[in-house]
């Protein structure tokens, strides 16, 4: 396939730049799928009329956010490319699934607990009442992309575990009549555990991105308290922002 690409040289924006946004922006929208090969250095170079420092510079910026590889004797070839998550009220599946990244989940915890004091306090329920935990390893492209840890309140519907690896939590919330209101959410980052780095196929202290969100539905009563961790070389967050009037 040959990529539409060009560059405007009227522009105040670097001529790299311009070329490494299209690149990524094909990666994003699947023209350029994983395992697929780039193309000779030279070749790009000469079809844009750019010099081969400025192609170069272009590739190593996406070699460095991690879509890109080169492999000795085959080429720079795409890895996957970065799920960028809007800042709303919307799954992980649904986001990958919008974004065509083919995902997968894997069910690794469906039972039920006893609440701590975070946990109780998060569904606003009493401390060491049944609460429903589930654990999922979310896949994109077969590559693990997050992990998955979720509390519900008791009996609030069916947590199947064929249909949570089926379907996203959400989608299922919907399908039993519960309306998503809002949430309250937290995002930051640390070193992963020995446990999450093997469940992520990431090294052991390599920074995760985190979320923390509980979610409450059209009647004010809270239906999901989540934590999750994602790699941060596949997903990141989108945020808006306004100036206040």
Do not use: W
């Not at 994109?140 to 690896?165: I, R, V």
């Not at 070193?191 to 509980?214: F, H, I, K, S």
């Not at 539905?217 to 790699?231: F, I, L, P, S």
Request: charged letters at 20%; proline letters at 5%.
């Amino acid at each position: 396939m040959t990529l539409e690409l060009s560059v405007d040289r009227s522009s105040p924006v670097p001529l790299y730049f311009q070329l490494s946004q299209q690149l990524e922006a094909a990666i994003e929208h699947g023209t350029l799928t994983p395992g697929s090969l780039l193309g000779n250095e030279i070749e790009l170079a000469a079809r844009l009329g750019l010099s081969r420092p400025t192609v170069r510079q272009a590739i190593q910026s996406l070699v460095d956010k991690g879509l890109l590889v080169r492999r000795r004797g085959v080429g720079t070839q795409v890895v996957h490319s970065q799920v960028k998550r809007p800042l709303e009220l919307s799954s992980l599946y649904d986001d990958l699934e919008a974004a065509g990244q083919r995902p997968a989940t894997r069910v690794l915890v469906n039972t039920v607990v006893s609440a701590t004091a975070e946990i109780a306090a998060a569904l606003g329920v009493a401390e060491g009442s049944d609460v429903h935990q589930v654990e999922r390893l979310r896949l994109a492209h077969g590559e693990p992309m997050a992990y998955l840890c979720n509390y519900l309140p008791p009996a609030l519907l069916d947590l199947d575990t064929a249909q949570l690896e089926a379907s996203g939590l959400y989608r299922m919330m919907r399908a039993a009549g519960i309306t998503l209101h809002s949430a309250r959410q937290s995002i930051g980052a640390r070193a992963a555990t020995a446990e999450e780095a093997e469940r992520l196929a990431e090294q052991a202290g390599a920074p995760l991105l985190t979320m923390q969100r509980v979610t409450f539905d059209d009647t004010g009563r809270a239906v999901e308290y989540g934590t999750h961790t994602y790699r941060p070389t596949r997903y990141s967050f989108e945020f808006q922002l306004l100036v206040r009037p």
